[in-house]
């Protein structure tokens, strides 16, 4: 609030008061990556659209993950000559850098990805065929496991339940690609995906811990550039090893020609945040959510990607 005052010798003059108040910064629950000038930027917004911009630092800003208890968003940065893991408030203050002597670092930096611990206190992360847990503070930096020899670490999860983690692993090509449960140990308990002819990608655990979601490249193309053709959203059941095909064409809802990419839980577990863009690699990458079941396929964001929903 404010008033303004005037006066001379011989008198004083008060205005009236004026005042006005901010609003309490909205408890959005869905982050995600927008491209703008050749950058990447971290945006908030909740299910209407209404988004906000957190992040504005040089440098590209990149594969938001909200903490388990919402308070907090850790992303990917390049400011420096490395990418390293940095955390902020829900509200983009407080921004501080956790990695300072192992960044995070893999086949391909725009593609890794990293795990919060259950209980919001620690980081996993991967330095090529290394994986590390971290505190946010930047101490207790620990080495988890390591990859397979000829192999290096590019996504993982970490689930409360039974301390499990689930790492997928890249080999000499881009396209070359494991999928092991892991404890947190290190040791490799059991492989869920083994290599097969496309791209693979998008890891991460149920709620409960019971189910995987990942996506592959139904085509099997491969060429050089790392291109996919056909890329399918799959859940596997880790207890009966089921796996199911959420973009198959019996829901007839995703678009020939393009990929679903980068998908993610919805809070509840009843829906998946994910990215369908045009198999050109140059379209407009949108951002949709669907049914557990692959139905009910809606866009959310246009010119958006890299989702997370808690």
């Given at each position: 609030?404010?008033?303004?005052?005037?006066?001379?010798?011989?008198?004083?003059?008060s205005?009236?008061?004026?005042?006005?108040?901010?609003?309490?910064?909205?408890?959005?629950?869905?982050?995600?990556?927008?491209?703008?000038?050749?950058?990447?930027?971290?945006?908030?917004?909740?299910?209407?659209?209404?988004?906000?911009?957190?992040?504005?630092?040089?440098?590209?800003?990149?594969?938001?993950?909200?903490?388990?208890?919402?308070?907090?968003?850790a992303?990917?940065?390049?400011?420096?000559?490395?990418?390293?893991?940095?955390?902020?408030?829900?509200?983009?203050?407080?921004?501080?850098?956790?990695?300072?002597?192992?960044?995070?670092?893999?086949?391909?930096?725009?593609?890794?990805?990293?795990?919060w611990?259950?209980?919001?206190?620690?980081?996993?992360?991967?330095?090529?065929?290394?994986?590390?847990?971290?505190?946010?503070?930047?101490?207790?930096?620990?080495?988890?496991?390591?990859?397979?020899?000829?192999?290096?670490?590019?996504?993982?999860?970490?689930?409360?339940?039974?301390?499990?983690?689930?790492?997928?692993?890249?080999?000499?090509?881009?396209?070359?690609s494991?999928?092991?449960?892991?404890?947190?140990?290190?040791?490799?308990?059991?492989?869920?995906?083994?290599d097969?002819?496309?791209?693979t990608?998008?890891?991460?655990?149920?709620?409960?811990?019971?189910f995987?979601?990942?996506?592959?490249?139904?085509?099997?193309?491969?060429?050089?550039?790392?291109?996919?053709?056909?890329?399918?959203?799959?859940?596997?059941?880790?207890?009966?090893?089921?796996?199911?095909?959420?973009?198959?064409i019996?829901?007839?809802?995703?678009?020939?020609?393009?990929?679903?990419?980068?998908?993610?839980?919805?809070?509840?577990g009843?829906?998946?945040?994910?990215?369908?863009?045009?198999?050109?690699?140059?379209?407009?990458?949108?951002?949709?959510?669907?049914?557990?079941?692959?139905r009910?396929?809606?866009i959310?964001?246009?010119?958006?990607?890299?989702?997370?929903w808690?």
């Amino acid at each position: 609030f404010w008033q303004v005052i005037a006066k001379d010798s011989y008198s004083q003059v008060s205005s009236s008061i004026w005042s006005f108040e901010t609003k309490e910064f909205p408890n959005n629950r869905i982050v995600f990556a927008k491209e703008l000038d050749g950058q990447y930027q971290i945006f908030s917004s909740d299910m209407e659209g209404n988004m906000l911009q957190l992040t504005y630092q040089a440098g590209s800003n990149w594969r938001p993950r909200i903490s388990p208890d919402r308070n907090q968003i850790a992303f990917l940065s390049n400011i420096g000559i490395d990418t390293h893991i940095f955390v902020m408030d829900r509200d983009g203050s407080d921004l501080r850098q956790v990695t300072q002597e192992v960044p995070i670092r893999g086949y391909n930096n725009m593609e890794v990805d990293f795990s919060w611990s259950p209980d919001g206190t620690e980081l996993l992360y991967m330095n090529n065929a290394h994986l590390f847990r971290i505190r946010l503070d930047g101490t207790g930096l620990n080495r988890v496991a390591t990859a397979p020899e000829g192999f290096t670490f590019t996504e993982v999860d970490w689930t409360a339940d039974q301390e499990l983690i689930v790492a997928r692993v890249t080999g000499k090509t881009i396209y070359e690609s494991d999928i092991f449960i892991l404890d947190m140990e290190g040791n490799y308990l059991r492989q869920i995906f083994t290599d097969i002819p496309g791209g693979t990608g998008g890891l991460q655990f149920s709620i409960d811990g019971k189910f995987v979601l990942y996506t592959h490249d139904v085509s099997e193309f491969e060429n050089a550039a790392g291109r996919q053709l056909d890329s399918h959203i799959f859940v596997k059941n880790l207890e009966n090893n089921v796996t199911f095909d959420l973009s198959g064409i019996e829901f007839r809802g995703k678009v020939a020609g393009t990929n679903d990419l980068d998908p993610r839980f919805s809070p509840d577990g009843s829906k998946i945040i994910f990215v369908n863009t045009n198999n050109d690699g140059i379209s407009v990458r949108n951002i949709m959510t669907m049914d557990i079941d692959g139905r009910e396929r809606t866009i959310l964001f246009e010119g958006a990607e890299m989702p997370d929903w808690r």
